[in-house]
């Protein structure tokens, strides 16, 4: 529990006050869902799909590519809970000032890594993945709007690499 309280402390602080009340959480089946879990509900979904679809003779979760796909998505996941919560430790221990480069760091990682596994569950889905028959869509906008509302990728990837050439300067 105290885990999740942190990692929600970090994912309060990578946001703007302003944008806290106005970021809502998505409500999918009653539930809601914040970043991390979007993907890993459409990681789900996407498991759900390859079992139950067969192409040229082969179920599509027996397929190599989707495979990796599955791997490459539960990779993704926990690199995104890890991260906030080294953020979220960070904040506690020395501060957000000090750890600004952490914070700034899941702006630009959580939202890229929740943002491809949905494609790929999109891509699962072929053109049901694009329609409003399943929650994707909404996952995808919600996840590439968070890579733009805090300020773009591009601020806060100039921002790490000030702080990483800070030591060689």
């Known amino acids: 529990e105290a885990g999740k ?20 959480l998505v409500d999918v089946q009653g539930k ?5 879990e979007m993907a890993e509900a459409a990681l789900e979904l ?5 079992v139950s679809r067969t192409a040229f003779h082969k179920k599509l979760a027996d397929q190599g590519v989707w495979r990796e796909r599955i791997a490459e998505s539960r990779m993704l996941i926990e690199q995104s809970r890890w991260m906030v919560l080294n953020a ?23 939202p890229n890594n929740c943002v491809k596994v949905i494609d790929w569950a999109m891509q699962a889905f072929g053109a049901m993945g694009l329609s409003q028959d399943t ?20 601020v806060h990837r100039n921002a790490i690499a000030k702080q990483e050439l800070a030591a060689y300067l």
């Open 5 to 24: 309280l942190s990692q929600q402390r970090g994912l309060d602080a990578a946001r703007r006050p302003e944008q806290r009340e106005e970021l809502a």
């Open 32 to 36: 809601q869902l914040d970043g991390d």
């Open 46 to 50: 996407m498991c759900q799909r390859l």
């Open 88 to 110: 979220a430790w960070c904040m506690d221990t020395v501060g957000n000032k000090v750890a600004a480069k952490e914070i700034a760091m899941i702006k630009v990682l959580t």
């Open 135 to 154: 929650p994707l869509t909404w996952f995808y906008a919600y996840e590439r709007h968070l890579r733009v509302a805090d300020g773009p990728d591009e």
